[in-house]
């Protein structure tokens, strides 16, 4: 089955940068995805890879895949209060989504 | 649009009663999603369907939880008599299926207590 492994805190401070990294097991996906989860609410597609890309930048997010290493990362620049969130890295397997088990980012003063 | 629509939003019951939760997802998606959602287990999936077909309900925990959808707009997930570790946050999402990238779609949840 897959498997997924996410660090489940992290802490960091305002205007800082923050990483969140993930490993996975099925190497088969099409895409790879983050997704944020405010409090009291459902989660929302934040970002996404496609699986022949190693890196892509959008704004304050960079996303980088290793593919050998089934290594994705997410790189907040310039971290902000309103980024407190959980973050799961999740991919598509078959018509299925595998996620992993969230990362809750706190952003301190 | 309106985006998926789960309800109730939260409801609290007794241990014995049944449960039923409802979803409507977003018009054109044809696939399906019912996640469960604890501190101890993180994320699960329950059940999922595609053209309101179950493809894989291995993700049930029991025969006490059973999911239907009787339509494209339309779906169910039923706990039947619900227990105090059933307490969670129930999820539904749709998404396109193959189309596209594939992205989910979440409702805001539903918060299930079960005293």
């Known amino acids: 089955g897959e498997d997924v492994e996410q660090s489940l805190f992290l802490s960091v401070r305002e205007g800082d940068s923050s990483v969140i990294n993930c490993t996975y097991t099925d190497s088969s996906s099409t895409y790879l995805y983050w997704y944020k989860q405010e409090p009291g609410a459902g989660l929302q597609l934040l970002t996404y890879i496609f699986s022949n890309m190693d890196m892509k930048q959008d704004q304050r997010l960079t996303v980088l895949l290793n593919k050998k290493d089934k290594h994705l990362s997410l790189r907040i620049a310039d971290t902000q209060t309103g980024d407190s969130a959980i973050y799961f890295c999740a991919w598509n397997y078959g018509q299925n989504f595998v996620f992993g088990p969230g990362t809750r980012l706190s952003v301190l003063p | ?115």
């Open chain 2, 1 to 115: 649009d309106a985006g998926v629509i789960q309800s109730p939003r939260h409801e609290v019951t007794e241990m014995g009663q049944e449960v039923t939760l409802r979803c409507k997802p977003i018009s054109g998606h044809n696939s399906l999603f019912w996640y469960r959602q604890t501190m101890m287990r993180g994320l699960e999936l329950l059940i999922y369907f595609n053209n309101n077909v179950p493809i894989d309900d291995s993700g049930m925990p029991e025969d006490r939880f059973s999911a239907k959808m009787p339509n494209a707009s339309f779906s169910t997930l039923k706990i039947q008599p619900s227990e105090p570790r059933d307490s969670a946050v129930y999820f539904c999402a749709s998404s396109l299926g193959g189309a596209g990238t594939g992205e989910l779609f979440f409702g805001e949840g539903s918060r299930l207590t079960v005293l």
